[in-house]
């Protein structure tokens, strides 16, 4: 008999804005799903694609990032992460990760309806979608790193390209 699917959702919290807000959840006397864990960051932009899908790999099925969104302090910050997004929401997709497995999502520091509907939404796509498959996010990580090992290559190269060194 197989256990019954709980999905666990790691949720991204800014310490200046969503990660109030989630604590004004519990101050309020609200709940949410002990199936969702929350990691309080200074900014989620900080984390690169391979993160995510490191997660997915190690068994979490899905992330919700809360960020300030055009309120962040550090400027220019949720401009970068929204296109990091993009581009891991378009590796994902084409590796056949669903991309109702991530949302990145603004939420202010009394916004406690805005935080649990997040939740909720995030938990009802992923009860929908099933069991992250680990062995796909790690096949997909592993194409992420090699991305990014390859672009480092180039820039170490352009020097050299342009005469320098």
Do not use: W
């Not at 990660?19 to 949410?32: F, I, L, N, R």
């Not at 900014?43 to 309120?71: H, N, Q, R, T």
């Not at 603004?106 to 796509?125: G, H, R, Y």
């Amino acid at each position: 008999m197989s256990e019954a699917f709980v999905p666990k959702i790691l949720v991204l919290a800014t310490e200046k804005c969503a990660y109030p807000g989630a604590d004004a959840v519990g101050k309020a006397h609200q709940e949410y799903p002990s199936n969702v864990y929350i990691l309080r960051v200074p900014s989620p932009v900080l984390f690169p694609e391979d993160f995510y899908l490191d997660c997915y790999g190690k068994g979490i099925d899905g992330v919700l990032i809360a960020a300030c969104g055009s309120d962040c302090p550090y400027h220019g910050a949720y401009e970068q992460l929204a296109a990091r997004i993009d581009q891991l929401t378009s590796h994902m997709n084409a590796g056949g990760l669903g991309i109702e497995r991530i949302r990145l999502t603004a939420i202010c520091t009394v916004c406690i309806k805005a935080f649990l509907k997040e939740i909720a939404l995030m938990s009802d796509n992923l009860y929908r979608l099933g069991r992250v498959d680990r062995k796909l996010a790690g096949q997909l990580r592993r194409e992420s790193l090699n991305r990014l090992q390859g672009s480092v290559r180039a820039l170490d190269l352009a020097p050299a390209l342009q005469g320098g060194l």
